[in-house]
């Protein structure tokens, strides 16, 4: 069974900096994107960012693009989501996300091609 553990959320104030991290067990890492979503209250969850299987290959949504960075480990079955800048808007619980389909072509972006989900941590923003 894949499970996804995130960690890393908080309080911070605007312009602060926070790194997600989400470590992943029960299948094989590397061969599958990983993504990180969003969902804040009142609203649908939204895809963040998400990196394909070989590391090199990476996607933002506009409106953090250019603050946040996807990354991963595929040593250590992690995937990191670093978040700088950071602005009221951004408040949500941040769920981490494995690809349902292996050694993809393309970053999978759309929340029906990930298969399994963490449990998602919150990330405040004070203004």
């Known amino acids: 069974q894949v499970q996804l553990v995130e960690s890393g959320g908080g309080l911070v104030q605007a312009g602060g900096s926070l790194r997600l991290s989400c470590a992943a067990s029960g299948r094989t890492f590397s061969r599958y994107a990983m993504g990180w979503f969003r969902q804040a209250p009142g609203k649908e969850r939204e895809f963040v960012a998400a990196i394909r299987w070989n590391e090199g290959d990476t996607r933002y949504a506009d409106s953090v693009k250019g603050r946040f960075t996807i990354s991963r480990d595929n040593a250590k079955n992690t995937v990191y989501l670093q978040m700088n800048s950071l602005k009221p808007e951004d408040t949500a619980v941040y769920y981490c996300?494995?690809?349902?389909?292996?050694?993809?072509?393309?970053?999978?972006?759309?929340?029906?091609?990930?298969?399994?989900w963490g449990q998602g941590t919150q990330v405040t923003v004070s203004s």
């Open positions: 996300a494995a690809a349902a389909a292996s050694y993809s072509a393309y970053v999978q972006q759309t929340e029906y091609e990930y298969s399994y």
